[in-house]
Each structure stands twice: as C-alpha cells, then as structure tokens.
Nanobody
Framework: QVQLVESGGGLVQAGGSLRLSCAAS????????MGWFRQAPGKEREFVAG????????SYRDSVKGRFTISRDNAKSTVYLQMNSLKPEDTAVYYC????????????????WGQGTQVTVSS
C-alpha cells in the first residue's frame, strides 16, 4: 500500500510558475515509477509527465515539453513537478500516481493515486 499526498497548487497568472510536490508513504518509494496527471472540468484525465524508479528517465506530453520538469528525491520519498511559463490551458486538478511497472501515459495502469491539487492559471 502506498499513500500519496500532493501539495503546491494554487492560483497563478499566465507566465508564472508553480512547484507541485507529492509525498509518498508506505512501501519503498524507489520501487515505483511515478506519474503526474491532470484533469480539467469536463475533460478526460491526461498524462503530464512520468519518471522512472531511479529518476534516470523522464517523459512528457508534448504541450508541456520545455515548460515542465519532473524530478524525484527517493531519500525524501517525494516527486516534484516544476511548472514554468504556465498557460490558462494548464488549469486543472493535478494528481500524482505510482505503479510498480515502467512509466506509461495510460492512467488506468497506475496503482495508487493522491487526492489531487488544484492549479488555476489566470489570463
């Protein structure tokens, strides 16, 4: 069992930055690939970024490449999402998730989820 708790969301103007954190507890954090997903009202949940167990590999959806950076600190059992140059279309609830297999952009394959944190970008 893994418990995930996100933090760091909020209201920011377009062009601004936020850093999301996801603290994990329970089983060994380094055993899990981690992903960030988001869901806007009326839209499907979508993959934002993923990172391998040791942090050596990352992947991003095209619309956030060059603006967002995923990282992890296995000693602190925490994964981060640094979001720069935010746009109104980035507005959504952001979730972190973990899985025992490799990183994937398919949300249904993740085993554990946090409760989400709201990110709102004003124009």
């Amino acid at each position: 069992q893994v418990q995930l708790v996100e933090s760091g969301g909020g209201l920011v103007q377009a062009g601004g930055s936020l850093r999301l954190s996801c603290a994990a507890s329970g089983r060994t954090f380094s055993s899990y690939a981690m992903g960030w997903f988001r869901q806007a009202p009326g839209k499907e949940r979508e993959f934002v970024a993923g990172i391998t167990r040791n942090g050596g590999g990352t992947s991003y959806r095209d619309s956030v490449k060059g603006r967002f950076t995923i990282s992890r600190d296995n000693a602190k059992s925490t994964v981060y999402l640094q979001m720069n140059s935010l746009k109104p279309e980035d507005t959504a609830v952001y979730y972190c998730a973990s899985r025992g297999g490799p990183v994937t952009d398919r949300w249904i394959l993740y085993d554990y989820w946090g409760q989400g944190t709201q990110v709102t970008v004003s124009s």
